[in-house]
């Protein structure tokens, strides 16, 4: 029996002011959409005979029209295929309040699409395998819920579904708000196969105990990581990754500063950013130790406007104090940069008034970073 493993996907997922030439929307919430179609277009090639989806199917509780509609088309054509295909709600797509509803009640009508939101343990039969799936929540709690199942004796394989960090002799998780976080302890090795989902790298955790991953990069943390799906062949125990084309992301050398006076600096900044591909890429040059000196006389605009060629550049800059003190330029300015983001990609405005937004009202919160 043979089964695809995915998580994370993050639809409605949006970031920066670029628009899609094609489709007129947020370039990166484009680039979402089209990582979790490989994804689709990729499992019905392997034919299996089940999908799991581990988690955060969305990127929030609410999510737009657009995103519903994507998700809606896809699992549509996993339905359609005969596809048996469970996908569990994760941390970004459960709500606070279950008196709020799930958005997964619209795929519910779906053949052969098993959509799991409630809290506690659902258990699936499908062929001779049995799905046990413990959607995210934290009451009861993950950990507590993990105890009180156990593998079916009457299927040949037993999966488990979870999305969660996992801690013990390493730790894997997101540190973000309502994660909740089972120890590694927990998932025995009396399961075939555990499809984890929560933690953005494709990640063996033990023998057949995995992370799929996200199908996409949500932020420089991730930046070196491949996003896929897993092909997992529960009869051979072959465990195999197949790499998404998603869009690259490069973070530069680290530019060194101590010693330089702002025109070194610039020249420095200017090798960098010169010396890379940067094109439709992400791209954040890091510049560290810049005395207070040279950073009043440094021409931050100018190094920003470096990176023009790239979809986005972020320029981190930290600068000693005159006690020799690091202090990054970014750390609050950032916060509500991000906020101001989010906040504008959460109004029902058409995608072209949200970009004129974001670029008139970006420039007045990054502007500390020019003075």
Avoid: C
Avoid at 9 to 31: C, W
Avoid at 125 to 137: K, L, N, Q
Avoid at 168 to 188: C, H, I, R, W
Avoid at 301 to 311: H, Q, S
């Amino acid at each position: 029996m043979r089964i695809v493993h995915l998580s994370d996907t993050h639809l409605g997922f949006s970031a920066y002011s670029k628009l899609d030439p094609v489709e007129g929307i947020n370039q990166r919430e484009m680039d979402i959409y089209r990582a979790f179609e490989q994804a689709v277009d990729k499992t019905l090639e392997l034919k299996p005979d089940l999908v799991v989806h581990s988690g955060d199917l969305f990127d929030q509780v609410r999510p737009q029209n657009r995103a519903i509609d994507f998700a809606l088309r896809q699992l549509l054509r996993l339905s359609e295929a005969g596809i048996e295909t469970v996908v569990i709600s994760g941390n970004h797509s459960t709500p606070r309040l279950r008196e709020t509803g799930s958005i997964f009640r619209i795929f519910e009508h779906l053949a052969h699409i098993h959509p799991l939101h409630e809290p506690g343990a659902k258990s699936l039969v499908v062929g001779d395998a049995t799905v046990v799936a413990i959607p995210h929540s934290t009451n009861p709690s993950l950990t507590s819920t993990l105890e009180s199942v156990e593998p079916s004796k009457s299927t040949t394989h037993n999966i488990l579904v979870l999305h969660a960090g996992v801690t013990g002799s390493q730790t894997y998780k997101m540190d973000e708000f309502n994660e909740q976080t089972v120890p590694l302890e927990a998932l025995t090795d009396k399961w075939d196969y555990v499809a984890l989902g929560h933690y953005h790298e494709f990640k063996k955790l033990r023998e057949g105990t995995y992370y799929s991953g996200s199908t996409e990069r949500l932020g420089f943390g991730e930046v070196t990581q491949k996003k896929g799906i897993v092909e997992v062949d529960l009869d051979t125990g072959d465990i195999r990754f197949h790499q998404l084309k998603i869009r690259d992301m490069l973070d530069l050398e680290e530019l060194n500063a101590s010693g330089l006076a702002s025109t070194e600096i610039i020249r420095e900044a200017r090798d960098r950013v010169s010396g890379a591909s940067i094109d439709e890429r992400i791209v954040r040059l890091s510049i560290s130790n810049v005395a207070a000196d040279a950073y009043r006389s440094l021409d931050v605009a100018g190094i920003k406007r470096l990176g023009t060629a790239a979809l986005h550049f972020e320029l981190k800059i930290d600068r000693l104090d005159a006690e020799g003190k690091s202090q990054s330029n970014d750390t609050q300015i950032g916060v509500l940069a991000d906020e101001f983001k989010k906040y504008v990609t959460s109004l029902e405005y058409p995608d072209q008034k949200k970009a004129k937004l974001m670029e008139m009202g970006l420039p007045y919160l990054t502007k500390g970073d020019d003075e």
